[in-house]
């Protein structure tokens, strides 16, 4: 069996596993199960059906992300960065995994989880990731940091994600160490959002100025 075959079994086996586990769980749950975490600790709880749309997630994303490289413009460049994009379906597929046994979890034993630190740490991780990937991405419309400047310029887009690659790394094993230290979880959230604001800010207006300075060294 070609590689290709063994990498969509696996990130199948992925997807469709949180929807079995759901089936097998479901008519043991109670009547409402946690849908969504406060930053002060409380907890709003939805009908359990709603857990059919999350374990449900990771199929749906496994089907759009076959489409989106067959659909973007760019998508000779997909085969640029294939096993890294094949890498980031698999953590998706665990992600979106790992948040339905949550659910799943807190459903039978309420409290058992600090869900806000876990899914905190897991959102660190999946920066680190994402910081390794992005110098590997080429031009494309829908991974990336995609402005009007890096998608004019692939030397803006390379230069604007090697700075990306090393802000999202740098970010990721931050938030994994906020998930790990004493603060409390609402001023947790407030500096997660700060750094998030702070990962998406830079490299937008970094793009903007290589693509100035490009420019302005061309005489336009």
């Not at 931050?174 to 001023?187: F, K, M, Q, W």
Request: with cysteine; proline share 6%.
């Amino acid at each position: 069996m070609n590689k290709n075959k063994w990498i969509n079994i696996v990130t199948w086996g992925l997807a469709l596993l949180p929807l079995a586990v759901t089936a097998l769980l479901y008519t043991r749950l109670p009547a409402t199960i946690p849908g969504q975490w406060h930053p002060d600790g409380t907890v709003r709880y939805d009908p359990k059906w709603n857990i059919w749309m999350i374990a449900g997630m990771g199929p749906f994303l496994a089907v759009l992300f076959v489409l989106l490289p067959k659909i973007d413009p760019r998508r000779t460049n997909y085969r640029k960065f294939g096993e890294y994009y094949d890498a980031f379906v698999m953590v998706m597929m665990v992600f979106c995994g790992t948040m339905t046994g949550i659910i799943l979890s807190e459903s039978f034993y309420p409290g058992r989880i600090s869900v806000g630190r876990v899914t905190t740490a897991m959102v660190g991780l999946l920066f680190v990731f994402l910081g390794n990937m992005m110098p590997k991405m080429k031009n494309n419309f829908f991974m990336g940091i995609r402005t009007p400047w890096t998608l004019s310029d692939p030397d803006v887009w390379n230069r604007t994600h090697r700075l990306g690659g090393i802000l999202w790394f740098a970010g990721g094993l931050l938030t994994v160490a906020l998930a790990l230290c004493g603060i409390s979880e609402t001023l947790m959230f407030v500096l997660l959002m700060v750094l998030v604001a702070v990962l998406a800010l830079v490299p937008t207006v970094y793009s903007y100025l290589c693509f100035r300075a490009k420019g302005q060294a061309n005489g336009e």
